[in-house]
């Protein structure tokens, strides 16, 4: 979820699913070693239990990493090796470290000795068009005996060569067998399944066979769903998409005034109405330029009595 899942995107899913674990987007060693470390590390206590997701490949630049995301109060560390982004390939990092799993195992050690918090690990099934069960195994296996304890799934190969990250989410099949067959065959390991997940019903099948579920591009674009399963697998009710949206615009009143862009916030709040009578007006008030410059905090009210209006006229046209 590079460039999605910034801390204003977490806190909003964070208003939604009350029990989730949120991953920062996949971070690089280079850029919180050499870079601006409060940028990429500064959260909201309200976003806990949130995790960093590493990029990166050299166990000694992780473990130093690692310990800043403990400094900053991270209760996970992720290392991605799922991502098959060509920028990613240039770096040595993300999907093709799935061929170097000994390496991969002494940056999971490397982490493990420097932080008492969890080291888990995201990961592909395999890569390009070898669909090979005995790779993420040998993979799984490595990293196991290094003390990994939770294995993030995405049940498809990485492409390296030939396909863009978009159409890496979508055109290698779908293998959730062999996510079930991973957790058969490493019982004492968490295993969650990511990929191509977009229901409630998905989630239903997925967890009689692994330990979690993962939502990713699903969750971004139909934001309800997150809440909707939060409430059906730990109990309470959802809250109501405006009771949401009254917790942004408080939100909004605390970071705008701060220097932070309306528009910063509310791009991650463009689904939230999706399937609903009003969709559409919600979508476009708050994708509007001059509205989102004004930096108005009336936006967020005035699109929700839009879409209550635009609901009230379809019930009454379908009435």
């Given at each position: 979820m590079m460039d999605w899942s910034d801390r204003h995107c977490r806190f909003f899913f964070r208003q939604l699913a009350p029990h989730a674990v949120v991953y920062t987007e996949m971070?690089?060693?280079g850029a919180l070693?050499?870079?601006d470390v409060p940028r990429h590390l500064d959260f909201a206590p309200a976003e806990h239990p949130v995790a960093l997701q590493l990029?990166?490949?050299?166990?000694?630049?992780?473990?130093?990493?690692a310990k800043l995301g403990l400094r900053w109060g991270y209760d996970e560390i992720n290392l991605n090796c799922g991502c098959p982004s060509?920028?990613?390939?240039?770096?040595?990092?993300?999907a093709c470290l799935m061929l170097e799993p000994e390496l991969v195992a002494d940056c999971v050690k490397a982490m493990q000795d420097a932080v008492p918090i969890s080291v888990t690990v995201k990961h592909r099934l395999g890569i390009d068009r070898v669909e090979d069960y005995g790779i993420v195994r040998h993979f799984v296996e490595?990293?196991?005996?290094?003390?990994?304890?939770?294995?993030?799934?995405?049940a498809r190969n990485a492409v390296l060569k030939g396909l863009s990250p978009k159409a890496n989410r979508e055109i290698p099949p779908l293998r959730y067998d062999d996510v079930y067959r991973l957790k058969r065959e490493f019982p004492e390991v968490e295993i969650v399944v990511n990929g191509g997940i977009e229901t409630l019903a998905d989630i239903d099948v997925h967890l009689a066979y692994v330990?979690?579920?993962?939502?990713?591009?699903?969750?971004?674009h139909d934001p309800y769903l997150l809440a909707q399963a939060d409430a059906r697998l730990f109990g309470g009710g959802a809250p109501?998409?405006?009771?949401?949206?009254?917790?942004?615009?408080?939100?909004?009143?605390?970071r705008v005034p701060g220097g932070t862009p309306l528009r910063a916030i509310v791009r991650h709040m463009l689904g939230?109405?999706?399937?609903?009578?009003?969709?559409?007006?919600?979508?476009?008030?708050?994708?509007?330029?001059?509205?989102?410059?004004?930096?108005?905090?009336?936006?967020?009210?005035?699109?929700?009595?839009?879409?209550?209006?635009?609901?009230?006229?379809s019930v009454a046209v379908h009435g």
């Open positions: 971070i690089t060693t070693l050499h870079g990029g990166g490949s050299e166990p000694d630049a992780l473990a130093a990493c060509e920028r990613v390939q240039r770096g040595a990092f993300g490595a990293l196991a005996r290094a003390g990994c304890r939770t294995f993030i799934v995405h330990d979690g579920v993962m939502l990713g591009r699903a969750a971004y109501t998409r405006g009771q949401i949206v009254e917790r942004m615009q408080y939100y909004a009143a605390e939230l109405y999706q399937g609903r009578p009003g969709a559409r007006v919600w979508r476009r008030m708050l994708s509007d330029a001059a509205l989102l410059a004004s930096s108005d905090l009336d936006l967020l009210r005035e699109a929700v009595e839009r879409v209550e209006a635009a609901a009230s006229e």
